[in-house]
């Protein structure tokens, strides 16, 4: 069984901080299922964005934990804005998070390869 939307992020957020970076909510969901994106902002000032795995990337079984892939890393923060605001458009019911941390971002998700 899946944990909510909210419970993840909430999750996510307490993780972050134990391990002495930060994390904010900029944007919540639906409390149950909505979409969780990620922002993350390196040292160097890059910013990554990650987004839910299309489901084509999973196994056959269905996974146990919510997987992420990396749709872009960049240092232009226009263009992880405009991403977001085609998202936001196409499902509002979406969760934003962004973290700053100088752990490896595959630590707190489930990064799939494609």
């Known amino acids: 069984m899946r944990v909510t939307s909210e419970l993840w992020v909430s999750a ?3 993780r972050v901080f134990a391990d002495g970076g930060f994390a904010a909510v900029r944007r919540k969901g639906a409390r149950e299922a909505g979409a969780i ?6 040292r160097l000032g ?3 964005f990650y987004a839910p795995a299309p ?8 996974p146990t934990e919510r997987q992420f892939v990396r749709v872009t890393a960049t240092t232009e923060e ?3 804005e405009k991403r977001l605001e085609r998202e936001m458009r196409f499902d509002p ?3 934003v998070v962004e973290v700053e941390t ?3 971002i595959d630590g707190y998700l489930a990064v799939a390869t494609e």
């Not at 994106?37 to 390196?42: D, L, P, S, V």
């Not at 489901?55 to 079984?61: K, P």
């Open 12 to 14: 996510l957020v307490r």
């Open 37 to 42: 994106f990620i922002i993350r902002r390196t």
């Open 46 to 48: 890059e910013l990554e």
């Open 55 to 62: 489901q084509t990337s999973y196994d056959e079984a269905r």
């Open 78 to 80: 226009d263009a992880v």
């Open 93 to 95: 019911d979406v969760w």
């Open 102 to 104: 100088a752990a490896e």
